[in-house]
């Protein structure tokens, strides 16, 4: 009996015993699986804050102080997001790097998709029409006054006032029907119809501060070139004209700030001059390094100690080319453009002039991009076919002065290129040497940036030899329609084809990107026969760097000076 009862005893407590260890371990294992959950939790709020302040993330790594001394090779014409139109005011100011101006939304370095900037949040309607943006509550311009609905709608219709010299941006925005201001934070863009280029439009333009810029009269605002006003982690310091332009640290910054506290566009003009002044430690920032010097400083053990050569391609790489102007005699016959592009041995001249750096191009998308039809091949160097081709046309030498002629018109034209470029004017007389080969007379029309702007827009130009840079997305309706050709639009050889105009007017609602990439084939190959240009060469960035700058990273979208920085002791400006 105490026998039994012991046993029973020893019994029940193993199965106490067993009851309070499960309920331990499922207790255990319920607080990890609430460890989990709220750590789920906590990091996703974390990055919901980060999203919407970014402010709060990570300041990256580094020494704050010192000046980064960016090379520019001309001094831009404006510093107005709205009226300039070189690559160097999207350098300095706008949105290539938002240095001063600040957009909505902005494309991430690495993935290429668009993220909110000055945008907290963005919703797109489901059938595409309406793009709705929230401002965050934090965001404010230099001078201290807050961004609002205002200031974006302000900055639209600034570009849709036909008095203003905005055509190369209004042909993007006529695609919206209004922009309407819900309250002061919240703003929408309504458009016609669908427009697959809408959010980057509306995301990608560069908010300017109503309060600062408001105008009467159109012509003080087109006027207006200096002296930008943003919300961008820089601010406009000064600008000494052919000297450089200085921008300072925003102190008061809404988002992270970066290191640097002061970037100096130093504008020099010369190729040789730029190099000398890069070799004595003048210069930080090389971006357009002649294909000569990359080659030969690259294989150097010396200069490789105190800099960095890096070479790399993203969609945003230029591809050169010379455009015809087609309201000129010489080029109305697309006859006369092919022979123009068969005439020049385009390879020879990358592996002479630019030392191989760079591939041949048969049009105006980025090479390695799905809009770019890869079955098209470049015209051949083919001057016998070439000199056909110009017979066929009714250029023939007629008068036996060696020069072809037609209805009394000898073919003598003249080839605006920018000056202070020794590689550009190398490849101009090679190709001036081409074409007298064939009984064509080319003079030789070299111009300050400013003067060839001015001519390239006003069409007071026979030919120019000159570069368009890449987009991610690419709409075409800016350089190719014939809508663009007056006004000084874009279109600056004054190119009218009824097919092409349809194509480009087809695309722009077309949501389907497979659709789309179809159609621009369908252009490509139109561009490829009718040769508006003589399609030349991409090349892969060149660069150098000094290396007392860290942190320099190679993203899909290129290099981001935001992110660098100089470690103490190294720096040397105060």
């Known amino acids: 009996m ?18 309070v260890v499960i309920q331990g371990l499922s207790i255990m294992q319920s607080d990890r699986l609430c460890e989990r959950l709220d750590g789920l939790i906590k990091t996703v709020s974390e990055s919901q804050i980060a999203m919407a302040n970014p402010s709060r993330g990570d300041d990256g790594p580094g020494d704050e102080g010192d000046w980064l001394i960016w090379h520019i090779p001309a001094e831009p014409a404006s510093l107005n997001p709205i009226t300039g139109r070189d690559v160097y005011e999207r350098w300095i100011t706008g949105y290539y790097h938002n240095h001063v101006y600040e957009t909505l939304l902005e494309y991430n370095w690495d993935t290429l998709e668009l993220e909110p900037l000055l945008a907290e949040s963005y919703e797109v309607s489901e059938d595409g029409k309406e793009i709705t943006f929230v401002i965050r ?28 010299d905005s055509a190369h941006l209004a042909n993007y925005f006529q695609e919206f029907k209004e922009v309407v201001k819900i309250d002061e934070r919240t703003i929408k863009f309504i458009c016609h119809k669908p427009y697959f280029l809408a959010l980057e439009t509306a995301g990608i333009m560069s908010v300017l501060p109503k309060h600062v810029y408001d105008f009467n009269d159109p012509m003080q605002f087109n ?22 332009i200085v921008l300072a640290r925003n102190e008061n910054y809404w988002g992270k700030k970066p290191k640097l506290k002061k970037i100096v566009f130093k504008i020099i003009k010369n190729d040789l001059a730029a190099l000398q002044a890069f070799l004595a430690g003048e210069i930080d920032f090389y971006k357009r390094t002649a294909s000569e010097q990359f080659v030969k400083y690259s294989k150097d ?3 490789l100690e105190k800099a960095s050569c890096l070479e790399y391609w993203d969609p945003r790489v230029a591809y050169g080319y010379i455009g015809w102007n087609q309201k000129k005699v010489y080029f109305k016959d697309r006859r006369v453009r092919q022979a123009m592009t068969m005439l020049v041995n ?54 036996g002065d060696g020069i072809r002629d037609k209805d009394g018109v000898p073919f003598r034209f003249k080839l605006m290129a920018v000056s202070g470029s020794p590689v550009t004017e190398r490849t101009a007389r090679a190709i001036k ?8 007379e080319m003079e030789l029309d070299f111009l300050e940036w400013s003067i060839f702007e001015q001519k390239l827009y006003d069409k007071k130009h026979d030919a120019a030899f000159l570069a368009w840079g890449g987009v991610i997305t690419p709409d075409a309706f800016q350089v190719w329609h014939s809508s663009q050709i007056e006004g000084r639009g874009s279109n600056h050889v004054s190119f009218a084809n009824a097919e092409a105009d349809k194509i480009l007017e087809d695309a722009r609602p077309t949501l389907d990107e497979k659709k789309r990439i179809k159609m621009y084939h369908r252009f490509h190959r139109i561009l490829h026969e009718e040769q508006p240009y003589l399609f030349f060469r991409v090349r892969p960035r060149l660069s150098f760097i000094d290396k007392r700058c860290e942190n320099v990273k190679v993203h899909k979208l290129g290099l981001d000076p935001k992110e660098w920085y100089v470690p103490k002791e190294k720096q040397k400006y105060k």
């Open 223 to 244: 006027d207006r070139y200096t002296n930008p006003v943003g919300s961008g982690p820089f601010v406009f310091e000064k600008w000494d004209t052919a000297q450089k």
């Open 433 to 440: 040497d081409y074409y007298s080969r064939a009984g064509i």
């Open 346 to 399: 385009k390879q020879e001249l990358i592996d002479t002039i630019y030392d191989g750096k760079g591939e041949l191009t048969s049009g105006h998308c980025y090479k390695f991009g799905k809009f770019s039809d890869k079955t098209i091949e470049p015209w051949p160097y083919d001057p016998e076919k070439g000199k056909e081709l110009l017979d066929e046309a009714g250029w023939v030498d007629t008068d």
């Open 137 to 164: 509550d934090n965001v404010h311009f230099s001078d201290g006054v807050k961004v609002t609905a205002d200031d974006v709608l302000f900055t639209y219709e600034t570009i849709m006032n036909p008095s203003i």
């Open 2 to 19: 105490n026998s039994g009862s012991g046993l029973f005893k020893f019994l029940i407590f193993v199965l106490l015993v067993i009851v």
């Open 301 to 303: 053990p010396e200069f």
